[in-house]
């Protein structure tokens, strides 16, 4: 049974930082792609960033320079640290296990973590 649990979210002033982790079980988490999505309400969940299982990352364009992923293969967890945090980036933030190719595609989910950043 796969299992991703979410947690670091919380509450921050703009131009703050916060640190989200996602803690994994039940899958071979060496070998697998890891990434973190965001939604905010009436909008489609978007890719935030992705780090492949060699250590590669790609990020979305509005959080190059500022978020940085990467993964302990020993803890089985994929970490998110975000920093200069901006109103827009308000939103619950997930984990997922990716599949690459032929396009990035998430299959399974954690629960999500609140990410709430004011002005």
């Known amino acids: 049974q796969v299992q991703l649990v979410e947690s670091g979210g919380g509450s921050v002033q703009a131009g703050g930082s916060l640190r989200l982790s996602c803690a994994a079980s039940g899958i071979i988490f060496s070998a697998r792609a890891m990434g973190w999505y965001r939604q905010v309400p009436g909008k489609q969940r978007e890719l935030v960033a992705i780090i492949n299982n060699d250590g590669r990352t790609n990020y979305a364009d509005s959080v190059k320079g500022r978020f940085a992923i990467s993964r302990d293969n020993a803890k089985k967890t994929v970490y998110l640290q975000m920093n200069s945090l901006k109103f827009e980036d308000t939103a619950v933030y997930y984990c997922?296990?990716?599949?690459?190719?032929?396009?990035?595609?998430?299959?399974?989910w954690g629960q999500g973590t609140q990410v709430t950043v004011s002005s």
């Open positions: 997922a296990t990716v599949w690459l190719t032929p396009t990035p595609r998430p299959d399974y």
